[in-house]
């Protein structure tokens, strides 16, 4: 059939990876389409690119279709993918174009040319032979294809050279894909005896494959989690399957990508937005056509188009980090549970603290669990004591108590090494005007600026402001009356280079490592013993094994737990078990100090008895009691505005618009969590409903009834972080 006889039955559908509506109608311009094949389609003036969604809907008149112009020769998405993308859309409350933006980061995956022209001995022998004709047929005679330039440099000749024995036919050309298959990971390249519970927890998982479950792998710190995964891992890759292992943050994977190869002999393929392009391209093909077996990533490696994925791994489940905050909003963690339940392949949500919706599952027994009830080896867990601030006071303008002071004497005095744990960039989170009390805050955002020392600078860690400390207060121009108040990780190197000058320090934040390659040096450091007290932010609290490392001091075990907030409190501790738990993971036992103005609180009664499960009971008895989730479920809706009237007026009609339904409370409009933010103002409401509610439909019929206007930008976010 030829383009322009087309009975209207051959248009198909075509939704673009962006947040327009759609799909859109096209003709099929010939060529044979299916749901799920990438495509070029004229946009405007423009060719862009887009996925086949369907057939056409006959919205538009055939005559006025434009044609799809090309079909890339790449491997479809896969089914499962489609319709993943269609499910999560509707459950996140997306454009489905945006969430098929994620599937095609691939960059120049689709671009031809998809294969190279490489030549190798043909039949033909040349008419006309020279010695460097004959010295290139040498080269060729392994018969292995090979690049003009290749022939020339192996056989010392000029491509002029080569490039005649091509025409003479003495060469011949074949197409080879630009991207070889990656090595492919052996099952028992350096396995390891696994202890009885590792082996019981390995064999279920290895049970549990080829068909849908969801299992919290719970294993206290060192217990062995990721070897006893491996094992999983292992037998996909034995039968041929693929393998994603999500991991929270980007800075966790080299030291994964390195283990990872010690126990399968090559690397998985990586894949996060740090990765370079190229080696996105190649690993995006890979992956589509099924060569790439495992892939390790951050939340995005969620989206690739696995053809045959058999098993998924969230590990460090409970993390934050594994929600995506801008953009299309979800929770990696609980997508992959989705994912799977999609391809009928079993997902593992690893954690030593899982979080409280995970940890109720396994509870209800929704999800398997597998516990790992004691750390590998001679290793113990650290014994955990609380520090009380308010008897134990540290000196004036000074932030280490006498216990926690004496406890890090003592340690590197044995020569080990200590850990001090603060959750705070910089040198001090609050500046302050002694004589009129007036705090310095950023222009455009409703935060303190935070003062950094070592770069002689006030800044705004929300939107990157800054400026100098000023020696005069703005506002009652008092000369030298700024002090800093509080500390962060700068202040308390400060204090610990003061109280002991001959002790190596080092500050761990991402103020001082840039990206995870310095940040793995600096740890490395610290494992090889280089470093006596290490000061750290969060980026010290997971992932890393110090042999030598037998204090750890949390300075400030309150911070977080100020604004009465559940999810707070929860991960509070995750946070001081997670910190506390990298004391000790070797032979010489451990100890962490937990400095805290309220001991009494249930959370550091909990956190030093170890007794992580009657915390998360008496959590979730308080979060049922309040309808929380998991025990009911939260939709944000989140207003943000350069223009203070256009939000008042649509806060406004949105309040008004809310739809009555029994089970479902709106709170809001209300200042959001950030009420400024890079200088828009930000309102928020919260829908709050029971468990089975139709939360989405509920928040799609609201806003329909009362779309945004241009000024306001509007931000869904089902299940989100915070429930206040
Ligand atoms: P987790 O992921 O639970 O924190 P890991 O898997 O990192 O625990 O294990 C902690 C340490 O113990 C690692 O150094 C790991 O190699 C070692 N280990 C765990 N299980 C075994 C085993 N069966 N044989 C040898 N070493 C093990
Ligand atoms: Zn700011």
């Not at 062995?224 to 995964?229: P, S």
């Not at 001679?378 to 303008?397: C, F, G, N, W």
């Not at 929380?628 to 007026?649: K, V």
Request: proline share 7%.
């Amino acid at each position: 059939m030829s383009l322009f006889d087309q009975p209207p039955g051959e248009s198909v559908s075509v939704l673009l990876p962006s947040g327009a509506p759609g799909p859109f109608d096209y003709a099929n311009g010939g060529h044979d389409l299916k749901r799920g094949d990438i495509v070029a389609v004229p946009l405007g003036r423009r060719e862009v690119l887009g996925v086949v969604w369907g057939s056409g809907t006959g919205e538009v008149a055939p005559e006025r279709l434009k044609a799809v112009s090309e079909r890339f020769e790449v491997p479809s998405l896969p089914p499962v993918l489609t319709d993943f993308v269609d499910w999560m859309a509707g459950y996140v409350i997306a454009p489905k174009g945006a969430v098929l933006s994620l599937c095609l980061r691939g960059g120049d995956a689709l671009v031809p040319p998809r294969t190279k022209t490489l030549y190798r001995r043909g039949a033909l022998e040349p008419v006309r032979t020279t010695p460097q004709r004959q010295r290139s047929l040498q080269a060729a005679a392994d018969g292995m294809a090979r690049a003009p330039a290749e022939f020339a440099e192996l056989a010392g000749v000029g491509v002029s050279a080569v490039k005649g024995l091509i025409e003479a036919g003495a060469l011949e050309p074949i197409e080879v894909p630009v991207y070889g298959a990656p090595p492919c990971p052996e099952p028992d390249y350096a396995r390891v005896t696994l202890s009885e519970a590792q082996r019981t927890a390995a064999d279920a998982m290895i049970a549990s494959l080829g068909t849908f479950s969801a299992t919290l792998l719970d294993g206290v710190t060192g217990s062995g989690k990721t070897e006893t995964y491996f094992e999983a891992v292992a037998a996909v890759v034995r039968e041929g399957g693929q393998v994603l292992i999500l991991l929270p943050e980007i800075a966790l994977t080299v030291q994964f990508m390195e283990r990872f190869e010690a126990r399968f002999g090559c690397r998985p393929t990586e894949w996060h937005s740090d990765v370079k392009s190229t080696d996105r391209s190649r690993a995006w093909r890979q992956v589509a056509l099924g060569d790439a077996r495992v892939v390790v990533g951050a939340r995005s490696a969620l989206f690739l188009p696995y053809p045959d994925l058999r098993l998924i791994i969230a590990d460090e489940e409970h993390d934050a980090a594994y929600k995506q905050e801008d953009g299309v909003i979800y929770n990696a963690r609980d997508m992959a549970v989705m994912r799977a339940r999609m391809g009928h392949c079993p997902v593992v949500l690893a954690s030593a603290t899982p979080s409280l919706e995970s940890w109720a599952n396994a509870e209800q027994g929704r999800y398997r669990h597998l516990t790992l009830p004691a750390r590998f080896g001679p290793a113990v867990l650290p014994t955990i004591e609380l520090v009380d601030l308010r008897r134990d006071k540290p000196p004036s303008q000074r932030f280490l108590s006498p216990a926690l002071e004496g406890a890090i004497e003592e340690t590197i005095a044995r020569k080990e090494q200590a850990l001090l744990f603060l959750n705070r960039r910089g040198y001090a989170p609050l500046n302050i005007c002694q004589s009129c009390g007036h705090r310095i805050a950023c222009p455009n955002c409703s935060a303190w600026l935070v003062e950094h020392r070592f770069r002689a600078k006030l800044a705004c860690h929300h939107c990157g402001f800054e400026r100098p400390k000023p020696r005069e207060c703005e506002k009652c121009h008092a000369v030298n009356a700024i002090a800093s108040s509080g500390p962060g990780v700068e202040r308390i190197a400060e204090e610990v280079m003061q109280l002991w000058p001959e002790a190596r320090v080092a500050i761990a934040s991402s103020d001082v490592l840039h990206g995870p390659k310095q940040t793995q040096e600096a740890l490395e450091r610290m494992a090889e013993g280089g470093i006596d007290i290490l000061i750290g932010t969060q980026i010290v609290a997971k992932g890393h094994n110090f042999p030598n490392l037998t204090l750890v001091g949390v300075v400030d075990a309150d911070l977080g737990l100020s604004g009465g907030d559940p999810r707070a409190r929860e991960r509070t501790f995750q946070l001081l078990h997670q910190v506390a738990g990298r004391a000790g993971r070797h032979a010489k036992p451990g100890r962490a100090l937990l400095q805290t103005h309220q001991p009494e609180d249930r959370l550091m009664q909990a956190i030093a008895a170890g007794d992580r499960d009657r915390f998360l009971k008496l959590e979730a008895t308080d979060r049922e009691r309040l309808g929380f989730p998991p025990y009911g479920r939260f939709a944000a809706l989140i207003l943000s505005s350069a223009d203070e009237a256009a939000i008042e007026a649509y806060a406004d009609a949105l309040a008004r618009a809310a739809p009555r339904a029994e089970g479902a409370t709106v709170w809001g409009p209300a200042p959001a969590l950030m009420a400024r933010l890079r200088g828009r103002t930000r309102l928020r409401f919260l829908v709050k409903t029971t468990r089975n509610f139709r939360i989405q439909d509920f928040v799609r019929e609201w806003i329909a009834a009362c779309p945004p206007p241009n000024k306001v930008r509007l931000a869904v976010d089902v299940d989100p972080q915070s429930f206040i």
